[in-house]
């Protein structure tokens, strides 16, 4: 998808779904064969559930029939969430991250798992697991030291053994 176009899909995109208390986090659009799909990810601070999003992808889809930001022929278009490994780009996808296991790769190279406990205006306070029976450890990530950032998949979650021992 050419900038351009990308530009213009935000511009007349983002209104809608900002209108149903969401954030935008992403538009892409694919060839699949002969058709294009037109990807939207959206979010917010407390997830986005079915409904919100069966609405804001019924008010997306009636915008892009009264106008041509899709140009002539068929498209898909699907509009789901960022998923569980999800990258974080921008400050709100860290807060939103706090007492998730995430995967660090650091700027001065090497790569960190840790929970994010905190999130400020410069970084991340995280908790570094413990190994072979060692003590968790705190560490401070400033925005700067971090390169990259995915969240991890836990089927055994923090949170949840201290649900199980209550």
């Known amino acids: ?13 983002e209104p809608l779904v900002t209108s149903q208390g969401l954030d935008l986090e992403e538009i892409a659009v694919d060839s699949v064969g002969r058709k294009r799909v037109l990807r939207v990810v959206v979010d917010s601070d407390t997830g986005a559930d079915l409904d919100q999003i ?15 930001a899709m140009g002539e022929g068929e498209y898909t278009l699907e509009v789901g969430t960022p998923g569980a490994e999800r990258l974080l780009t921008e400050h709100r996808h ?19 798992v840790a929970r994010i406990l905190k999130v400020d205006d410069d970084g991340v306070d995280t908790e570094v697991p ?22 991890q998949v836990e089927f055994s979650r923090k949170d949840n053994k201290k649900e199980e021992e209550a």
């Open 130 to 151: 413990g190994v072979k029976g060692r003590k968790a450890t705190a560490r401070r990530l400033a925005f700067d030291d971090i390169a990259r950032a995915r969240v």
């Open 1 to 13: 998808m050419s900038t351009t176009q990308s530009e213009r899909l935000r511009e007349l995109l």
């Open 94 to 112: 860290f807060v939103r991250a706090t007492d998730r296991l995430v995967k660090f790769q650091l700027a001065e190279g090497g790569e960190l």
């Open 54 to 68: 069966a609405d804001v992808s019924r008010a997306l889809s009636a915008k892009l029939d009264e106008t041509d």
